[in-house]
């Protein structure tokens, strides 16, 4: 069975701060997706990591996925208010036929001024 | 930007009751997902459908769900006799491809509440 870990699940910080969270999962996968989740709406796509070593920036917002260690972080770079959220690491096992995206239990991101 | 929808937004049910959640997917995309939320808790896969047909299915989704494309657009999860504790969020997601960079895209949510 897969497990998806990530820590931490909550996090307080403060503006212009730096931080990463992480996502641990337990077999081998063909890829993992991160998604952001603000109070009351939908999952919104943030990165699709495939390959090991692979990195991807948005904004303020680092993802990166290393295959070998089944891990990936997601890194906040100077952290605003507006990025306050839930953020979720999602992952599709090798071989996973129609995908059903098992999930992290999500880091709830609070920004503080 | 097209988009997966859902309604109703919020339905409230009593327990026993038969409810059918509604999606329409992203019109060119070809494998349909649901999945539920229940409030605090990490999003939990519960089936997934391609060419008229489940192609995968969680422990969760039991013979009380069942899921349904009776048209070219709509989506449908049908919950016979619903229980407490299927009180949750349901979100549909829809999917152009499988693999590769093929994300899966997700509707706004139907919450449910059974009292």
């Known amino acids: 069975e897969l497990k998806v870990e990530q820590n931490p699940l909550f996090l307080s910080m403060q503006e212009g701060k730096n931080y990463t969270i992480y996502c641990n999962y337990s077999?081998?996968?063909?890829?993992l997706y991160w998604y952001r989740q603000d109070p009351g709406k939908s999952l919104e796509s943030l990165f699709v990591?495939?390959?090991?070593?692979a990195v991807k920036q948005e904004g303020r917002l680092m993802a990166s996925l290393d295959t070998k260690a089944r891990l990936s972080t997601l890194h906040i770079t100077a952290a605003v208010h507006d990025l306050s959220a839930t953020y979720f690491c999602a992952v599709v096992p090798s071989g996973g036929g129609a995908d059903g995206l098992t999930f992290g239990k999500g880091t709830h991101l609070i920004i503080q001024p | 930007e097209p988009e997966v929808t859902q309604t109703p937004s919020h339905q409230v049910t009593q327990m026993g009751q038969e409810v059918i959640l509604r999606c329409v997917p992203i019109s060119n995309h070809l494998y349909f997902y649901w999945y539920r939320q229940i409030l605090g808790q990490k999003v939990e896969f519960l089936v997934s459908f391609y060419n008229n047909e489940i192609s995968e299915k969680s422990e969760i989704f039991d013979d009380q769900f069942s899921v349904e494309r009776p048209d070219g657009s709509n989506f449908t999860l049908k919950i016979r006799s619903t229980k407490l504790e299927d009180s949750a969020m349901y979100f549909c997601?829809?999917?152009?491809?499988?693999?590769?960079?093929?994300?899966?895209?997700f509707g706004p949510g139907t919450r449910l509440t059974v009292t």
């Open positions: 990591l495939l390959s090991n070593g």
């Open positions: 997601a829809s999917s152009e491809s499988l693999g590769g960079a093929y994300e899966q895209y």
């Open positions: 077999t081998t996968s063909d890829r």
